[in-house]
């Protein structure tokens, strides 16, 4: 289908992944922004086998070998005296095992990495989505400003805010009772968490803190969630309070209460997910990413799911035969709705699981997470073979 026009709603790490793999296809796209420019927004993000493999066939393994790290391990520690109750290898035995590196990186890096395979004169700024509709012939994107885009497809890729999954689900956002505090702190502050490149989680009743390098090791990103129904607000640049973040880690071990000391600032996001749903499309809409399922940030595979969305409907386009679009849509659909259902569950589930109060729950979570570290356990999740996925998948 490569004579397709295609009409992306959203610039984020979505978009531009789904625009890039488009690109290499030979198919028209063009995508819709409606910030005026992209900034060096957003804190740090974890990047596992199953897409760190799909960004090195985009030819972005030299970008992330310069900025991101490579981790040797994840680490999950109790709160309150940092007990180790699970560490799980990467580095090397994780490339060994699944062909591919994982990644700690900044959003910022990562999603310029991907700008850059997108040519310029396809990405459009200061255009914001207001609606979306179709009929048999096309779909039209309708802008604030009044404008019209005619395309044969429009993908959301415009977050769990979507203007497009409106035209597909009749749902709204769940608000999951936790806000997270995210910051960034220079490597030199808490050289005690950088004795070795690693993914810390400490889990403690109600919340938990997780911490990494990026910025090729210059940096450490943080998040750290805690228990709040008064806060709604969902904005990368919406300030929170380093005291208010510190008194709600009192008593937490003296490394989660040193990094917090370290940030100078930080922001704060409410999260929110969305129920599942049956279809990504609509007769000539779909959706990817976040407008497609959106997960709490608890099982680190939301940038992860977004581009494998990203690659798969873009193939499934690229290899449309005679049924066309319609044939290509189900064909996503069919590959992409129950692995994201299980992993947007999960996601639920460890919301619960890394915030049990101390008591026999929490103590038959650690002894399961103590006889289950290494990577067996993760081969689901990081082993995904898309390219396999896509070719066992049907035509149609």
Sequence with gaps: MAHIRVAVVGAGIAGLAFAATLHRAGIDCHVYEQAERLTEVGAGVQLAPNATRLLHQLDLGAHLRAVAVAPQAIEMRRW???GLLQRTPLGDLCVGRFGAPYYTVHRAHLHSGLRSLVPADRVHLGVRCTAVTQNADEARLHTAGGATVAADLVV?????????????????????????????VP?????????EPRVQLWFG?????????????????????????????????????TAALAAAYAGWHPDVARLIAAAETVSRWALHDRDGIDRLSAQRVAVIGDAAHPMLPFQAQGA????????????????????????????????RLPRTRRIQQQS??????????????????DTAAQTSSGLDGHAWLYGYDVEHAITTSGSG
């Design 80 to 82: 309150d005296d940092g």
């Design 156 to 184: 959301g890729a415009d977050g769990i805010h979507s203007a497009v999954r409106e035209l597909i689900a009749a749902d709204q956002p769940r608000y999951s009772g936790q806000s997270i505090y995210r910051g960034l």
């Design 187 to 195: 490597a030199e502050r808490v050289p005690f968490l950088l004795t």
């Design 205 to 241: 009743p109600d919340q938990h803190c997780v911490c990494y390098p990026v910025s090729a090791g210059r940096q450490v990103s943080f998040g750290a969630t805690v228990p709040a129904s008064d806060w709604r607000e969902e904005s990368w640049s919406a300030r929170g309070d």
């Design 304 to 335: 992860n799911q977004a581009i494998e969305d990203a690659v798969v409907l873009a193939r499934c386009l690229a290899e449309a035969g005679a049924g066309g679009l319609s044939a290509a849509l189900r064909r996503y659909e069919r590959i």
């Design 348 to 365: 639920r589930d460890n919301a619960q699981t890394f915030h049990l109060a101390d008591g026999d729950e929490q103590r038959r979570r």
